[in-house]
């Protein structure tokens, strides 16, 4: 079984553009996290997604918004980009919403803002 | 804002040698994760402990947790070249799903 799969892998933008991410979370999982790493700290976590329903938002500005389809894909959208939007941008899913077990993570975008 | 932080922010040891670095937290947890990232990629699950536990074993690792000072232990023991890496604590509160990172140790094994 394929894992989480996370697309583009790197992406260059300009400010003021707009960009989307995409995740496939492994199959059968139904949660999926978004997290921004910016160089030199921890993730931070934007958005969680459970069965289509947003379940949790992160202190991120509204120009951040995502979306779950009914195949329990994802997309990240950031509008207006900024400097300071340039991460890398991880995608975690999940079997369900439980705190039994960890979170398998996709390879991430980098997205670089110029 | 991190919710926790992790001590040493970098390592550096000989192969065969331990490892240990220490994660400390802020609020009340339902459990503490610890991860790994190999050069900036995706971060990899290593182990889960429950915040009624306070040590489990994984193979080489060996984590503690002590809530009563909100702080956690990673011990990587023989260390080996695959092991140089970024590694990450996370908790989850009691009352949500998401995890919060601490800014992690890098982790450097000298051949």
């Known amino acids: 079984d394929a894992g989480v799969t996370q697309s583009p892998t790197h992406l260059i933008k300009t400010r003021g553009q707009h960009v989307t991410l995409r995740c496939s979370p492994i199959?059968?999982?139904?949660?999926v996290s978004w997290y921004q790493q910016v160089l030199g700290q921890g993730p931070q976590f934007i958005f969680q997604y459970y069965e289509k329903e947003e379940r949790g938002r992160g202190n991120f500005p509204d120009r951040f918004s995502a979306r779950q389809f009914p195949n329990y894909s994802s997309e990240l959208n950031v509008n207006a980009l900024l400097l300071g939007d340039s991460a890398l941008y991880l995608c975690?899913?999940?079997?369900?919403?439980?705190?039994?077990?960890?979170?398998?993570f996709g390879s991430g975008t980098r997205l670089t803002v110029v | 804002s991190q919710q926790g932080e992790e001590d040493p922010q970098a390592l550096s040891i000989q192969e065969g040698e331990n490892a240990t670095m220490n994660c400390s937290y802020k609020t009340s947890i339902n459990n503490l994760q610890w991860y790994r990232q190999n050069s900036g990629r995706g971060l990899v699950h290593l182990i889960l402990i429950r915040s009624n536990e306070r040590e489990k074993h994984s193979g080489r690792l060996r984590v503690t947790l002590d809530t009563s000072k909100k702080s956690s232990s990673l011990l990587i023991t023989a260390s080996r070249a695959a092991d140089t890496a970024s590694y990450f604590c996370?908790?989850?509160?009691?009352?949500?799903?998401?995890?919060?990172f601490g800014a992690g140790t890098t982790v450097t094994v000298r051949a």
């Open positions: 975690a899913s999940s079997l369900s919403l439980d705190r039994t077990y960890g979170y398998t």
């Open positions: 199959s059968g999982h139904k949660s």
């Open positions: 996370a908790t989850v509160h009691p009352n949500d799903y998401k995890l919060s």
